[in-house]
């Protein structure tokens, strides 16, 4: 069993930045990808990043060149580094976890963005 705490969200102003974190406790040894989804009020929840094993990245392009997801060296948190905020960007961003057998979800951080 895996277990995902996201914290870092808050209100931050346009051009602002935020750092989220998302700390992985219990059968860490067993995930294979982790990511960072958003849902914003009214929309669906969308993929925003998401890495797997030690390098590798996915953005989606409404991101690229704004957001920066990392991992810590002993690989138990999981980072997004968010720059030059939008108030589109306003969401419940929610951290996961990809395992061999099964799939885990955090239970979400707010992240609003004013003008």
């Known amino acids: 069993q895996v277990q995902l705490v996201e914290s870092g969200g808050g209100l931050v102003q346009s051009g602002g930045s935020l750092r989220l974190s998302c700390a992985a406790s219990?059968?860490?040894?067993?995930?294979?990808?982790m990511s960072w989804y958003r849902q914003a009020p009214g929309k669906q929840r969308e993929l925003v990043a998401g890495?797997?094993?030690?390098?590798?990245?996915y953005y989606t392009d409404d991101v690229k060149g704004r957001f920066t997801i990392t991992r810590n060296n002993t690989k138990n948190t999981v980072y997004l580094q968010m720059n030059s905020l939008r108030p589109e960007d306003t969401a419940i961003y929610y951290c996961?976890?990809?395992?061999?057998?099964?799939?885990?979800w955090g239970q979400g951080t707010q992240v609003t963005v004013s003008t």
């Open positions: 219990g059968s860490i040894l067993h995930i294979n990808a």
């Open positions: 996961s976890a990809e395992g061999t057998l099964n799939g885990y």
């Open positions: 890495i797997r094993g030690s390098a590798a990245t």
